[in-house]
């Protein structure tokens, strides 16, 4: 069914059919042709201005600034805006305009009248799990709706799109990427290069006033804090003292599983005893032996020890994980850590094992520092 499902969905692509939940900013699903595009003109002016403004010279995130500042909500907000049941905003500045949504903009063919789908394919038609596919695999159809951009516009931008272009070397990946991100807004922190260094900074507080006081570190000073606190939390964890305080912890939650083990063993010895004992409680009153009075109240204390025994079993049995949990925590946490003591830099292998992320404040003209919170996966 899965199989089928794609089958006809890749089919629609092929045939030049809009397939999708919402049409992209700047277009209406036809409403008389299932499938098909038509020019949305209200959000049309924005991008024609957008590809013009580029075009005339100023920068991404001046032209961000600029629709944010006339109070223009952003493709998202401006779906919601129309009655669309979009995905709602994830923090306060989620109606700004910002970098990547004009990027974006700028090279999107569907402005020139092509459709370019398939980009992504979902593992199955009952999940929303999807993952990129490579460039071979897309689907482009052209010509199969009113464009917004003419071709003369979209020449000019994308050859300005290609000489602003300043790329990472190729096939590596900023050191922070997707880690480091603005205490003050919450937003991803961006890469930029000055003099041959690196800098992270949060470009949300160029996009609107008053949007974020915006943060700023150079990636060699916060490389130089994380080894500085990973050096500490080692010599923390690895000194003698600390090692003989583990080993001893250890030894006294191995002696406390012990002893709950034992309780186990003694309890389920119980509550077998009690379980036969209302079975034959049973069979004497069937025989006769014992009156219904006599088993109702025999019974009834046989049920409540029952349930008692049951009970500690089940509270030593959870005691025994926990206490387990804690000494595979304890030695793999050692076991990591004694990984990386003498490591002198990082690569983006160990910053994706032992960092979760990295919140980034402005810098405190008093202390003349930035305050920078690591939050480790240990």
Aim: aromatic content about 10%; glycine content about 6%.
């Amino acid at each position: 069914m899965s199989d089928n499902i794609r089958s006809v969905l890749t089919s629609r692509r092929k045939n030049g059919f809009h397939i999708g939940s919402f049409a992209l900013y700047g277009y209406l699903k036809d409403p008389d042709r299932k499938g098909r595009l038509i020019i949305d003109e209200e959000a049309a002016v924005i991008v024609r201005e957008v590809f013009t403004l580029f075009s005339q010279g100023y920068g991404k995130i001046t032209i961000a600034r600029m629709l944010n500042d006339r109070g223009i909500p952003n493709p998202t907000e401006y779906k919601r805006s129309k009655g669309l049941r979009y995905k709602p905003a994830k923090s306060r500045n989620g109606a700004l305009w910002k970098y990547f949504a004009i990027s974006d903009m700028l090279i999107n063919e569907t402005y020139i009248g092509n459709l370019v789908q398939g980009k992504y394919g979902s593992v199955s038609y009952k999940t929303k799990q999807n993952k990129p596919l490579p460039q071979s695999k897309w689907i482009r159809v052209e010509g199969t709706h009113e464009p917004i951009i003419d071709q003369e516009l979209w020449g000019r931008v994308q050859e300005l799109t290609r000489q602003r272009a300043k790329p990472f070397a190729v096939g590596t990946i900023g050191l922070f990427a997707k880690k480091a991100f603005c205490a003050h807004c919450g937003y991803t922190m961006r890469s930029s290069k000055n003099h041959g260094l690196y800098y992270l900074k949060c470009a949300t507080r160029h996009i609107a006033k008053d949007a974020c006081i915006g943060s700023f570190l150079s990636v060699n000073t916060l490389e130089k804090t994380v080894l500085g606190e990973l050096r500490q939390i080692i010599d923390e964890y690895l000194d003698l003292n600390e090692l003989e305080r583990q080993i001893a912890l250890e030894s006294n939650l191995a002696d406390q599983i012990k002893r709950l083990r034992s309780d186990v063993v003694r309890y389920e010895k119980k509550l077998s005893e009690y379980i036969k004992g209302l079975k034959d409680l049973y069979l004497d009153k069937v025989r006769g032996a014992v009156t219904e009075l006599e088993y109702i109240e025999m019974s009834g204390d046989f049920r409540r020890e029952s349930e008692y025994f049951e009970q500690k079993l089940l509270s030593n049995r959870s005691q025994i994980k926990k206490l387990e949990w804690q000494i595979t925590i304890g030695q793999s946490r050692n076991h990591l850590l004694e990984e990386y003591l003498e490591l002198e830099a990082l690569n983006r292998e160990t910053v994706d094992k032992l960092i979760e992320k990295i919140a980034i404040s402005k810098r405190n003209p008093e202390i003349r520092q930035v305050p920078i919170e690591i939050y480790w996966t240990f």
